[in-house]
């Protein structure tokens, strides 16, 4: 398995999503064909403990730039999800 994939795939459980297409795609850009993301899914779900054979390890791959603003956007996404509830919370009557 391609080591972006492994590495996106293991990012995704990390954070406890369930690793979709659209969340992988997402994840690693328009630079696989959706047959080789589909594959990269059955194969890590089968084995979550897979590793990928050759080049670098996914823990030491370096993070693609469009991994970096997928983890970007999940957090601002995040951070305004938190601020709807923080004013959600102080707008009600103690």
């Given at each position: 398995m391609d080591s972006?994939?492994?590495?996106?795939?293991?990012?995704?459980?990390?954070?406890?999503?369930?690793?979709?297409?659209?969340?992988?795609?997402?994840r690693v850009g328009s630079g696989y064909p959706l047959p080789q993301l589909i594959d990269a899914i059955k194969r890590y779900k089968a084995n979550p403990n897979i590793s990928c054979s050759g080049?670098?390890?996914?823990?030491?791959?370096?993070?693609?730039?469009?991994?970096l603003l997928g983890r970007i956007d999940a957090m601002q996404q995040q951070i305004d999800a938190?601020?709807?509830?923080?004013?959600?919370?102080?707008?009600?009557p103690s």
């Amino acid at each position: 398995m391609d080591s972006t994939l492994l590495h996106a795939l293991q990012q995704l459980s990390g954070e406890g999503k369930q690793p979709t297409l659209a969340l992988l795609k997402n994840r690693v850009g328009s630079g696989y064909p959706l047959p080789q993301l589909i594959d990269a899914i059955k194969r890590y779900k089968a084995n979550p403990n897979i590793s990928c054979s050759g080049g670098p390890s996914a823990s030491t791959a370096e993070p693609t730039l469009t991994q970096l603003l997928g983890r970007i956007d999940a957090m601002q996404q995040q951070i305004d999800a938190l601020t709807a509830q923080i004013a959600s919370m102080q707008s009600q009557p103690s």
